[in-house]
Structures are given as C-alpha cells and as structure tokens.
C-alpha cells in the first residue's frame, strides 16, 4: 500500500502483486523459504565472481600473458551462464513465492504470469501432495482506479484460492 | 528477508557490467588481439576512416599483406596506430616478418614513428591487428566518454539506473 | 499508458533491430554485386607498360640507410591502364588502388613486396586509371644491402573502402617482369640507369 502504480502496465502490476505475496502468506501462517532463490543467488554471483576474476586478470598483467586462463574463465562463464538459463527457464520456471504453513507443515509453492496487454494474473498454486490450481485474477479486482493495490482484498482472494485447494484436496 | 531482495538486484547491475565485459573478452581471445574493436583517433586514414568511427580486428593471419590495414603499437607509446602496409619483407617459412606502413593521409612513410630507430615493424610483436570490418561514427560515444571526466560517470550512472528501474 | 522508460527501451530495440537487418541487407547485395554478373575478383585487367627503373643512393634513415651507408634507392617511371569502375556501388566509399613489385632474394629465403606507387579514388568517374610516364609515388629500397639484380612482378592490387561493413580486397596480375639493372654510379645521387 506504499505508492500508486501505473495499472494500465500489466508487468509492473504483476511485479507488485508478486511482491506482496510473502506478507500475505505471512498472514495466513505461512513461512516463506529461500530455497530456489537461493540456489538461483549462488549460482549468479558465480557468474559474477568469474566475471570479475576475468576482469582483474586482464587489467593486472595485460591480455597476452594471461590467455590460457582467459580461455578457461570464459568457458566457465558461459557454462555457468547456460546452467543460469536452464534454471531459470526449467527449474525455477516462474516460481514467486514458496512457504510452509507453521501449523500443519503443509508446503506450497506459487508460480505467476501474465499475458502482454491483457488484463490477468495468471495464479497457480500448488502444494506438496501434487495438487495445484490455475486461476485468473482481474487486476481491477484488488486495485483502485489510481492505482493502489486493495491487500485486504487482494488477502480474501488468497485465502479463498487455499480453501478451493484445500477443498481439491479432501475430495 | 530483504536482503534476497536487495541481492536479486545487485546481481541484476553485476550481469549488465559482466555480460559486457565478457563478451569483449571472448571476442578478443577469438580474434587473439587485446582489442579487437578500436575507435579511430586520428585523421591520418582518411577519407577511407574519419574520427569515431569503429573497427573491428583479426590477429589470427600468420603474416600481413601490402595494403592490408593494421593497428600497431609502438613501445613507450599509449595510443595505437592504424596505418596501411606499404611494404612487407618475410622469410619463406613466415618466421619473420617485417613491415613498413604509412597513413593513407600522411605524405611520408612511418619511420619517424617507430620506436628506438628503427626503420620496420615486427609482425608478431607490434601489430595488434589487421582490419577487417568497418563501421562509421558510433564511437564518438566512447571519444566523448574517455576525454570528458563527467561523462564517464554520467555513462555508468545510466547504466546502473536502468538496470535497476527497468524491470522484465 | 506506458512509462517514459519503457517507450524508450521499445524504440531502442526496434532501432538496433532494424539497423542490424539494413546493414545486413547493405553488405549482402554489395557483395553479390560484386561477384555477378561479373566476378570483380577475377575479371580484373591491368596492363603497365615500358617500366623505366632509376636507381640512386641515399644515405637518410627515411630512406633505409642505416648508419649512414649509403642505400639503393629505386624509382620508376610507368604507364598503367585499367578500368575499375566494377568496384563502385552503394556500398563503396573509396577505392584504394596500389602498384607493387614482387620479388625474393637469391636464395628464395626472403619474400618481399613493395608499393611503388597507390592511389585513392572516391568517385566512379575517376575509376578509369589510364597514366603515361608516371612517377611512382615512393623511393624503395629493399630490406637487404642491395636492390640491383632482383627481379620485380608487378601488380595491381585494390581495396574497396565500405560505408559499412567488411573491407574487400583484390589483384591483378599485369604479367610485366622487370630486372633491377645491376650497376649504379655510387658518384651520382640520382642518376638514371638506362
């Protein structure tokens, strides 16, 4: 509820929304865990350290001395940059928001995306036992007209997707 | 928490600078040159190249041709040359090789230029590449970045911001 | 609608899009034009003619002369024709034209090759080359003691100067063959062979 933004941008929606997810869950007795971003973290300032030493090397003895190194670093950056890539595309995917319920114990896992110019928050939930549920969410729905996200709205709207999960469940 | 956060954008900065320096690297081990885009300094090619303009150089030849345009450095000097070989004197196995050249737009050769009196260039250790692709002006950005000391700031600064605001 | 930013990212990217597919289209049909119908790199003619070698010493650094003993120095006067109007199109922003000599020493261990004289054309009206008893443009001496005795082939060789894009380059063998007289009065500073 900080600052007004731009709803007519359906990725800055989408950022926003996505960026509120963690305090929400938080509500609902949701911890939040670090597991892929961590590993994403780890593995891009891998990238960067190689990067650097790369760069360090060529400005403290100068291109020709240190060509056999050069050529390792580099390959190492663009097998890092290609493990970077497939973990982001096939691991990761669209991944926002992973959390454990503090209660129960029950693990879920949020993945989002949007459509250029249209106006849905593609949600899907997913939990531990396998389950998961794609819905769409309007953005008019949780935002105002000048542009500030609705969280007590945008709130309800989650913990009726956990119910409809849950429900899935019992079936 | 925020930490995450504030990591997963710094990484976002890192991959603007390292993408760009990296790919120069790759591109200097592949042409075997410690530059292989340069930016014309002078007006001694001209007209064939004015100042600002980008090229784009290859060092993997064993031996340089009469007419071919190289870029050489002569020891003591910071700024390399790019000048035409005029003549060019190697031994049959390609040992060695010796070159004079001259700007297309000077009226005397470049002996005057050389280091230490000497009257050649070594092939295998002043040239740093030969010429081989060209393109006009667009390196007037980097002219203008390294003789203005705001500038180089300036430069990074926008990187930075953009990397940081600009999001998918 | 959109931020000021994102326009502007959007405009730039179409930009460098459309620049890349342009130059690639540029140096494609430049280089095709080149090679059809008529292959530039092998249809070529050039013709020199009655090659009038002088010969004289010089003892200038800027003339090969080490420690001041004196250097062979060699000029030429020269006719030449050729027509090299087939290497101007919408891509070419110069042609440098440029006469050479090859030749080795003795033993064959030493390959050389020599400009006497070049040329830069920006124009494809001037691209008709056709001089008579021209000078050549330098003095050259060779990289061992002597010149005297080696025997020159001579070609002409050109470069196309793009607007954008790779830099071309080509010969044409002229099939003339000179040998370097063998005596030069070391009391004359310039003086003509024969």
């Given at each position: 509820?900080?600052?007004?933004?731009?709803?007519?941008?359906?990725?800055?929606?989408?950022?926003?929304?996505?960026e509120?997810?963690?305090?929400?869950?938080?509500?609902?007795?949701?911890?939040?865990?670090?597991?892929?971003?961590?590993?994403?973290?780890?593995?891009?300032?891998?990238?960067?350290?190689?990067?650097?030493?790369?760069?360090?090397?060529?400005?403290?003895f100068?291109?020709?001395?240190?060509?056999?190194?050069?050529?390792?670093?580099?390959?190492?950056?663009?097998?890092l940059?290609?493990i970077?890539?497939?973990?982001?595309?096939?691991?990761?995917?669209?991944?926002?928001?992973?959390?454990?319920?503090t209660?129960t114990?029950?693990?879920?896992?949020?993945k989002?995306?949007?459509?250029?110019?249209?106006?849905?928050?593609?949600?899907?939930?997913?939990?531990?036992?396998?389950?998961?549920?794609?819905?769409?969410?309007?953005?008019?729905?949780?935002?105002?007209?000048?542009?500030?996200?609705?969280?007590?709205?945008?709130?309800?709207?989650?913990?009726?997707?956990?119910?409809?999960?849950?429900?899935?469940?019992?079936? | 928490?925020?930490?995450?956060?504030?990591?997963?954008?710094?990484?976002?900065?890192?991959?603007?600078?390292?993408?760009?320096?990296?790919?120069?690297?790759?591109?200097?081990?592949?042409?075997?040159?410690?530059?292989?885009i340069?930016?014309?300094?002078?007006?001694?090619?001209?007209?064939?190249?004015?100042?600002?303009?980008?090229?784009?150089?290859?060092?993997?030849?064993?031996?340089?041709?009469?007419?071919?345009?190289?870029?050489?450095?002569?020891?003591?000097?910071?700024?390399?040359?790019?000048?035409?070989?005029?003549?060019?004197?190697?031994?049959?196995?390609?040992?060695?090789?010796?070159?004079?050249?001259?700007?297309?737009?000077?009226?005397?050769n470049?002996?005057?230029?050389?280091?230490?009196?000497?009257?050649?260039?070594?092939?295998?250790?002043?040239?740093?590449?030969?010429?081989?692709?060209y393109?006009?002006?667009?390196?007037?950005?980097?002219?203008?970045?390294?003789?203005?000391?705001?500038?180089?700031f300036?430069?990074?600064?926008l990187?930075a911001?953009?990397?940081?605001?600009?999001?998918? | 609608?959109?931020?000021l930013?994102?326009?502007?990212?959007?405009?730039?990217?179409?930009?460098?899009?459309?620049?890349?597919?342009?130059?690639?289209?540029?140096?494609?049909?430049?280089?095709?034009?080149?090679?059809?119908?008529?292959?530039?790199?092998?249809?070529?003619?050039?013709?020199?003619?009655?090659?009038?070698?002088?010969?004289?010493?010089?003892?200038s650094?800027?003339?090969?002369?080490?420690?001041?003993?004196?250097?062979?120095?060699?000029?030429?006067?020269?006719?030449?024709?050729?027509?090299?109007t087939?290497?101007?199109?919408?891509?070419?922003?110069?042609?440098?034209?440029?006469?050479?000599?090859?030749?080795?020493?003795?033993?064959?261990?030493?390959?050389?090759?020599?400009?006497?004289?070049?040329?830069?054309?920006?124009?494809?009206?001037?691209?008709?080359?056709?001089?008579?008893?021209?000078?050549?443009?330098?003095?050259?001496?060779?990289?061992?003691?002597?010149?005297?005795?080696?025997?020159?082939?001579?070609?002409?060789?050109?470069?196309?100067?793009?607007?954008?894009?790779?830099?071309?380059?080509?010969?044409?063998?002229?099939?003339?063959?000179?040998?370097?007289?063998?005596?030069?009065e070391?009391?004359?500073?310039?003086?003509?062979?024969?």
């Amino acid at each position: 509820m900080s600052k007004p933004i731009n709803v007519y941008s359906i990725s800055e929606v989408a950022l926003s929304l996505d960026e509120s997810l963690p305090d929400i869950f938080g509500r609902l007795d949701y911890k939040q865990t670090f597991r892929l971003i961590d590993q994403k973290l780890i593995i891009g300032y891998s990238i960067a350290i190689v990067a650097a030493t790369s760069f360090i090397l060529d400005k403290k003895f100068g291109h020709n001395e240190v060509i056999p190194y050069q050529t390792a670093l580099v390959s190492f950056y663009f097998i890092l940059s290609i493990i970077f890539w497939y973990f982001k595309k096939y691991v990761e995917k669209s991944t926002v928001y992973e959390g454990t319920n503090t209660k129960t114990g029950e693990k879920i896992s949020v993945k989002t995306s949007y459509v250029e110019a249209e106006p849905f928050y593609n949600f899907v939930l997913s939990n531990s036992k396998g389950k998961s549920l794609n819905v769409k969410l309007e953005i008019n729905k949780v935002f105002n007209e000048p542009g500030f996200l609705q969280t007590n709205l945008f709130y309800e709207w989650i913990n009726t997707q956990l119910q409809t999960l849950d429900a899935k469940k019992n079936e | 928490m925020n930490l995450r956060l504030e990591l997963t954008k710094l990484l976002n900065l890192c991959f603007v600078f390292s993408s760009a320096y990296m790919f120069w690297q790759g591109l200097s081990l592949v042409a075997n040159t410690h530059s292989p885009i340069v930016v014309v300094l002078s007006g001694s090619m001209e007209p064939a190249f004015q100042r600002g303009d980008i090229l784009f150089l290859w060092n993997r030849n064993q031996a340089s041709n009469v007419g071919d345009i190289v870029v050489y450095e002569v020891d003591g000097k910071q700024i390399p040359i790019v000048h035409r070989v005029l003549r060019e004197h190697h031994s049959a196995n390609f040992e060695k090789q010796y070159l004079l050249t001259k700007g297309d737009n000077n009226a005397a050769n470049d002996i005057s230029l050389y280091a230490n009196k000497k009257i050649y260039l070594n092939k295998q250790k002043d040239i740093v590449g030969t010429v081989k692709g060209y393109f006009p002006q667009l390196g007037y950005v980097t002219i203008w970045v390294s003789e203005n000391k705001y500038a180089k700031f300036a430069l990074l600064g926008l990187l930075a911001l953009s990397s940081l605001v600009g999001g998918e | 609608m959109f931020s000021l930013s994102q326009r502007f990212q959007v405009l730039i990217n179409q930009a460098v899009t459309f620049s890349v597919f342009i130059i690639a289209f540029i140096v494609a049909t430049s280089y095709i034009d080149l090679i059809y119908p008529n292959n530039v790199f092998n249809t070529g003619v050039a013709t020199v003619n009655s090659i009038k070698p002088s010969l004289s010493l010089r003892t200038s650094r800027y003339f090969g002369s080490i420690n001041s003993k004196p250097k062979e120095n060699v000029r030429l006067e020269f006719d030449l024709d050729s027509d090299l109007t087939n290497l101007f199109n919408w891509n070419t922003k110069q042609v440098f034209v440029y006469l050479t000599a090859e030749y080795n020493n003795t033993k064959n261990t030493v390959i050389n090759e020599v400009t006497f004289w070049d040329n830069i054309i920006t124009k494809q009206e001037d691209a008709v080359l056709h001089l008579e008893k021209a000078k050549s443009k330098y003095s050259v001496w060779d990289i061992s003691e002597q010149f005297s005795g080696k025997s020159l082939k001579f070609k002409l060789n050109w470069n196309i100067q793009p607007w954008v894009g790779p830099l071309t380059y080509g010969e044409i063998d002229t099939g003339y063959e000179l040998v370097v007289p063998k005596k030069v009065e070391e009391s004359s500073k310039k003086q003509r062979v024969n």
